[in-house]
């Protein structure tokens, strides 16, 4: 008989299944579980976008739409880029609607990399990054980010892993799973040593870009113009409007590298969701207010939950961006899967061990506050209790 797992591709075999889904699934298979495990905002979308998608339909956009996507909405993405970031973009050639933002990473690696290019990934960071590159037989080179540092990227690290085989460097700020933020003014350091290696691409996540606690517009390497050209941004609308459910997302870049990831998609995908694309259209217009007030919630549940960290006694530097904490658990004599397996079973909270982003995130937990504020409250209840536990057996 034949064995079907020795046909499988080695560099997707060689892949572990995400670790966030593993938790998240075991969640899901238990009664009364509060999940603060997955990176998805618990608000509904507002009403004027969903309505937008509704309209389309009504209207008959049932269709497939063109390759990259349809020109009111890849206009308004470039014009909402241009107000909040003031960068220009030209929509005909530098603007790719994609089925979400991991969509985009998935295209950069598939259009840039050759077999056995380098690509520095820094680290802890999302699950996909690493994935994506392997996937295209590419070497991931990580860079660690330490506590001490605020997971912010030092430019002597970065200098460190430049090789002549690195082809991009993938950075996402603010981060996944440690809610980091890196300023225009910490940037700096970082666009001087890219300057020093013209040869580079960036790949630039903004996923989470309005979800900053510290400043309002967003910071992004490509609003250095000595880098705009070298810059892939991959965004989206799933984190900062609620709407993970639409899968829509963009790329925006310069035309000599969109083009080859709009041919990607052309085979694959042929074009993103026409409903959703009507939606965006409303969500990249008229929706700033609607954003600041999800950030403005996101922003109180952050004090609730470091309050509640710091009640159970772990140590967490301050997150100034995204929706997600990441305390420390070292000192209880376990690893980080097994504090979450175990905070799981008997407590029935699901977070997600620090591991599963990173060698580096060991000793630490991703502590999602896309929650309600009364689950927030009470799972940090039971964390006291659960630390409280296990400080007593350690006696």
Known sequence: MINLEDKISSCVA???????????????????????????????????????????????????????GYTKSKQAICSYIERRYGVKYDYDGECLITVGGSEGLDLAARALINPGDEVIIIEPCFVAYKATVLFAHGVPVVVETKRENDFKLKAEDLEAAITDKTKYIVIGY???????????????????????????????????????????????LARFPELRDRV?????FSKS?????????????????????????????????????????????????????????????????????????LDCFTPAGAFYAFPSIEGFGINSEEFCERFLMSKKVAIVPGNAFGKCGEGHVRISY??????????????????????KEMQ
């Open 174 to 220: 603010p981060g996944n799973p440690t809610g980091a933020i890196m300023t225009m003014e910490e940037l700096k350091p970082i666009r001087d040593v890219l300057m020093k290696h013209p040869e580079i691409i960036i790949i630039s996540d903004e996923l989470y870009c309005e979800l900053n606690y510290v400043e309002d517009q967003p910071s992004s």
């Open 14 to 68: 060689n892949v572990p299944p995400s670790a966030i889904r593993k938790f998240f699934d075991l969640a899901s298979e238990m009664e009364g579980v509060i999940s603060l495990s997955i990176g998805e905002p618990d608000f509904v979308t507002p009403w004027t976008i969903r309505e937008a998608g509704i309209n389309s339909l009504v209207d008959g956009y049932t269709h497939y739409s063109p390759n990259a």
């Open 232 to 236: 892939i941004m991959i965004n989206g």
């Open 370 to 391: 896309a929650a309600s504020m009364d689950n927030i409250k009470t799972a940090m209840k039971r964390l006291a209790e659960f630390t409280d536990e296990l400080r």
């Open 241 to 313: 409007y609620a709407m993970t459910g639409f899968r829509i997302g963009y790329v925006l870049g310069p035309k000599a590298l969109v083009s080859p990831m709009t041919k990607i998609h052309q085979y694959c995908i042929m074009s993103a969701p026409s409903m959703a694309q009507f939606a965006l259209v409303e969500a990249a217009t008229n929706c700033d207010e609607q954003v600041r007030e999800m950030r403005d919630e996101y922003n109180h549940r952050r004090n609730v939950i470091i309050k509640g960290l710091k009640d159970a006694g």
